[in-house]
């Protein structure tokens, strides 16, 4: 092995937070054994805000790459991949409602509803334990549930690879996205992984309002303080205690709590993963990004409207004996046993929940459905699938090891910056999590 | 095992008396290094804290060994006399010296003893 360079550089943009970090992956040119060049998958870059931090592993077996990515989203958009050929992910997961389905709970192939209810598939790369339990680990896991689930996709994933196997352009996207192994069941799930990486929805008005390029109305202002506090009547300061749960810049911790919606179980939650009953109806605290979008709410879709979760959150909490300790005796009323916003709070609350959603999220092209294209075009793309959609490289680079060791620096160069990001922009919710 | 107790200042502004074993011993049983092996590479041993909730925290072993700071860290189970109540216990952890609580973890469900790698 020869010629190998790496070169990684860092560029900060005026001020707004955002790192893009280039990656120019080590070269290896193989000296004198090269006769047939395969072309090798080129590294995708991630971006993403500073103060999301870089606390995410990406497998070292599953780099993300461009034309992973690129087949990822042709298979969330691909209904083969479903028993009868009518579901695709999409079918729950709308790009335009951050990928929900508006629904309270989704049909499967076989007419039956799921238990839960669809999540929005935003800013996946840094949670750790997927689904409202939390019980699976990656999204290469994860993503083997619905689509073989009989009440989801019900399909084997032998019986997806046998499909794809007879389906252009699947056999070509496969090889120029993982080489010679193809089309196989673990490389449907890593595509779609990759893929799902790429979701990153970090362009709202709350994420300029931190990088110091928004400014929130009076309303809006008065939601964030009241999301953010803690109340505590006897010293005047009112609040919501939001922020406890669903604070810092993604809106979410990674922490599952009851948040009293039942006193009496019929979803265990939590419980049924860690097989403890002190974890009886927890589920895990989701994102708020996009929240306007995403109705009806909870695991269960029980609440048509935001209205509804900020009477819950104020008035309607119900006491059982797994219920988060941060949401008992908290009132903004000396005393008081509920949380008791006055009216105009809630209003001044949604208004800043407002903030969270990110139009371009919805209608960002690199995350549309990629089927929808004329059959010349598909013809076209077939030839040469590579050529056309990604740049040509010409020297010939092996990116599995290459990816992992740039991936490496990248994290470290992002954490480098991020303690700058967070001093720059020491705005509301980029503290760090305190849990009593 | 010893039961020892603190009496400091929670959250809540007020003071309560927390009581249980010093975390250090229950480490010792579980045979970490501690004391005098508490040396050489051992120093980049962290301890990570997690909470049924899956909050974490993460202390330095040697922060905990009473042969390098000045205090004793509790694992409490009990508040003022009482078991400590569901939410915060039945295990918690306790810093006398930290002057925010928020490794004052509570609801402990694991503790991850590891060589920090780099």
């Given at each position: 092995?020869?010629?190998r360079?790496?070169?990684?550089t ?21 000296a004198?054994?090269?006769?047939v060049?395969h072309k090798?998958p080129?590294?995708y ?6 103060n999301?931090?870089s ?7 599953n780099p993300?790459t ?8 042709m298979?969330f958009?691909?209904?083969r ?15 335009k409602?951050?990928?929900t ?5 989704s049909?499967?192939?076989d007419?039956?509803?799921t238990p839960r ?14 689904f409202?339990?939390g ?6 896991a994860?993503a083997?549930f619905?689509?073989t689930?009989p009440?989801e996709?019900g399909q ?5 690879v ?7 352009p699947?056999?070509?996207?496969f ?6 192994t ?11 992984a ?9 362009d709202s008005?709350?994420d300029?309002y931190?990088a110091?390029?928004?400014q ?7 939601g ?12 005047g300061?009112?609040g ?21 919606l ?6 265990p939650?939590r419980?049924?993963v860690?097989a ?6 927890r ?5 708020l990004?996009?929240?306007l ?8 879709g ?9 009477d ?5 909490i ?5 219920l ?5 005796d ?5 005393g ?9 709070e809630?209003?001044?609350?949604i208004a800043?929940?407002?903030?969270l959603?990110d139009?371009a999220?919805m ?5 549309t ?5 004329s059959?010349a075009?598909?013809?076209a ?8 959609i990604?740049p040509?490289?010409s020297?010939?680079?092996r990116?599995?090891n290459?990816?992992v060791?740039a ?6 160069c992002?954490?480098?910056s991020?303690?700058a990001a ?5 705005g509301l ?6 849990q009593? | 095992?010893?039961?020892v107790s603190?009496k400091v200042?929670?959250?809540?502004g007020?003071e309560?008396?927390f009581k249980g074993v010093?975390?250090i ?6 045979g970490?290094?501690t004391g005098?092996k508490?040396r050489?590479e051992?120093l980049?041993?962290?301890v990570l804290?997690?909470a ?9 072993l040697?922060?905990?060994?009473p042969e390098f ?6 694992l409490a189970t009990e508040k003022d ?9 039945p295990?918690?952890i ?9 490794r004052?973890?509570?609801?402990v ?5 590891a060589?920090?790698?780099?």
């Amino acid at each position: 092995m020869s010629g190998r360079r790496k070169v990684l550089t860092k560029y900060k943009l005026g001020g707004s937070g955002w790192i893009v970090t280039i990656l120019s992956a080590t070269f290896c040119v193989f000296a004198g054994m090269v006769s047939v060049t395969h072309k090798a998958p080129v590294p995708y870059e991630l971006k993403y805000p500073a103060n999301f931090g870089s606390r995410f592993t990406i497998p070292a077996d599953n780099p993300t790459t461009q034309e992973g990515v690129y087949l990822g989203r042709m298979l969330f958009y691909e209904k083969r991949l479903s028993a009868n050929n009518k579901l695709s992910c999409e079918s729950c997961h709308e790009q335009k409602r951050a990928f929900t389905d508006g629904r309270p709970v989704s049909m499967g192939v076989d007419g039956s509803f799921t238990p839960r209810s669809s999540m929005s598939l935003a800013n996946l790369l840094w949670v750790r334990n997927f689904f409202w339990d939390g019980r699976s680990q990656s999204l290469e896991a994860q993503a083997a549930f619905p689509l073989t689930d009989p009440h989801e996709m019900g399909q084997t994933l032998a019986e997806s690879v046998k499909k794809l196997q007879k389906t252009a352009p699947y056999p070509a996207l496969f090889q120029g996205a993982f080489g010679e192994t193809g089309i196989t069941e673990q490389n449907i799930l890593k595509a779609l992984a990759q893929f799902e990486r790429t979701l990153i929805s970090a362009d709202s008005p709350y994420d300029r309002y931190m990088a110091g390029r928004y400014q929130p109305t009076e309303t809006e202002l008065r939601g964030m303080q009241l999301f953010e506090n803690g109340p505590d009547p006897r010293r005047g300061i009112r609040g919501a205690n939001c922020g406890h749960c669903h604070g810092g810049p993604k809106t979410f911790k990674e922490l599952f709590h009851n948040n009293g919606l039942d006193s009496a179980f019929t979803d265990p939650g939590r419980e049924k993963v860690t097989a403890q009953s002190m974890d009886k109806g927890r589920f895990r605290v989701p994102t708020l990004r996009n929240i306007l979008l995403t109705a009806p709410y909870m695991h269960d879709g029980r609440f048509k409207t935001i209205e509804s979760v900020l009477d819950h959150y104020s008035e309607h909490i119900q006491q059982s004996a797994t219920l988060s300790s941060f949401l008992q005796d908290i009132s903004n009323e000396e005393g008081g046993k509920s949380l008791s916003l006055a009216p105009q709070e809630k209003q001044d609350i949604i208004a800043f929940l407002g903030m969270l959603t990110d139009s371009a999220f919805m209608t960002n092209p690199a995350f549309t459905n990629p089927h929808s294209i004329s059959k010349a075009q598909q013809h076209a793309r077939n030839q040469d699938i590579q050529q056309q959609i990604f740049p040509v490289r010409s020297t010939p680079v092996r990116p599995h090891n290459a990816y992992v060791r740039a991936n490496r620096g990248y994290t470290n160069c992002l954490r480098r910056s991020s303690h700058a990001a967070r001093t720059q922009s020491a705005g509301l919710g980029i503290h760090e999590a305190s849990q009593p | 095992m010893k039961q020892v107790s603190h009496k400091v200042k929670d959250r809540d502004g007020k003071e309560h008396e927390f009581k249980g074993v010093a975390l250090i011993e229950i480490l010792e049983k579980a045979g970490v290094t501690t004391g005098a092996k508490l040396r050489g590479e051992n120093l980049v041993k962290y301890v990570l804290i997690t909470a049924a909730d899956g909050y974490e925290v993460l202390y330095a072993l040697a922060e905990i060994d009473p042969e390098f700071a000045d205090q004793l860290i509790l694992l409490a189970t009990e508040k003022d006399g009482q078991p400590l109540p569901a939410g915060e216990g039945p295990f918690r952890i306790i810093t006398p010296k930290d002057k925010k609580p928020a490794r004052w973890i509570r609801e402990v469900r694991s503790i991850k003893i590891a060589f920090a790698k780099n």
